[in-house]
Nanobody
Framework: QVQLVESGGGLVQTGGSLRLSCAAS????????MGWFRQAPGKEREFVAA??????????YYTDSVKGRFTISRDNTKKTVYLQMNSLKPEDTAVYYC????????????????WGQGTQVTVSS
């Protein structure tokens, strides 16, 4: 069983930065594919970024709208994954969710077995 706890959300102005953190429980964090998703009011939950692979080799993936602005990273010693968000825009406003799985497509919500409670990110114009 894996439990995920997100933190780091908040209110920021356009162009600002935030760093989200997701702390995981469990003994096999290094084997987990880790993803960030977001859900804006009235919209479906969408993929943002993923870090997948094994201890010796990880790959990162991003949705097009955040490429060059967001960076996903992980620290296996701390069992934590991060999402550094720069140059934030009002359209980035959403609840951001951390997710984990041992397998499956990195960009599909139904591939992820474990989810955090979400953290609100609001970007003012």
């Amino acid at each position: 069983q894996v439990q995920l706890v997100e933190s780091g959300g908040g209110l920021v102005q356009t162009g600002g930065s935030l760093r989200l953190s997701c702390a995981a429980s469990g003994r096999t964090f290094s084997r987990l594919n880790m993803g960030w998703f977001r859900q804006a009011p009235g919209k479906e939950r969408e993929f943002v970024a993923a870090n997948v692979g094994t201890w010796t080799s990880y790959s990162t993936y991003y949705t097009d709208s955040v490429k060059g602005r967001f960076t996903i990273s992980r620290d296996n010693t701390k069992k934590t994954v991060y999402l550094q968000m720069n140059s934030l825009k009002p359209e980035d406003t959403a609840v951001y969710y951390c997710a984990a799985s041992y397998s499956g497509s990195y960009d599909r919500t139904n591939s992820y077995e474990y989810w955090g409670q979400g953290t609100q990110v609001t970007v003012s114009s």
